[in-house]
């Protein structure tokens, strides 16, 4: 399995970005995708997370200017980031639970490669 994040990039401060993170493997279904991100000397920390039905969970320092959204028919999760500020400026990590099929099924966590957002002042 694997997870592939796109969509970072250099963006002025009140800019807006859609981060896109996309599952592909012997994938059988995937539950919890998420967004994580770490900032230069930080730890990460999460961002927002969405159910498979479409719950979603915000990080209450950021409720308001980030909205995750997910196409199940794709298997993608999505980060639309508005009013970037640049304490933004970080790694963003794509995450999802997801249950694959081989010689057995399996379900476990997986990680994208992350995505830099720069956002300048």
């Known amino acids: 399995v694997q997870l592939q994040a796109s969509g970072g990039g250099l963006v002025q401060a009140g800019g807006s970005l859609r981060l896109s993170c996309a599952a592909s493997?012997?994938?059988?279904?995937?539950?919890?995708m998420g967004w994580y991100r770490q900032a230069p000397g930080e730890q990460r920390e999460l961002v927002a997370v969405?159910?498979?039905?479409?719950?979603?969970n915000y990080a209450d320092s950021l409720k308001g200017r980030f909205t995750i959204s997910r196409d199940n028919a794709k298997n993608t999760v999505y980060l639309q980031i508005n009013n970037l500020k640049p304490e933004d400026t970080a790694v963003f990590y794509c995450?999802?639970?997801?249950?694959?099929?081989?010689?057995?099924?399996?379900?476990?966590?997986?990680w994208g490669q992350g995505t830099l957002v720069t956002v300048s002042s």
């Open positions: 995450n999802a639970l997801i249950t694959t099929i081989g010689r057995k099924i399996s379900t476990a966590d997986y």
């Open positions: 969405i159910t498979a039905g479409g719950h979603t």
């Open positions: 493997g012997d994938i059988f279904s995937v539950q919890r």
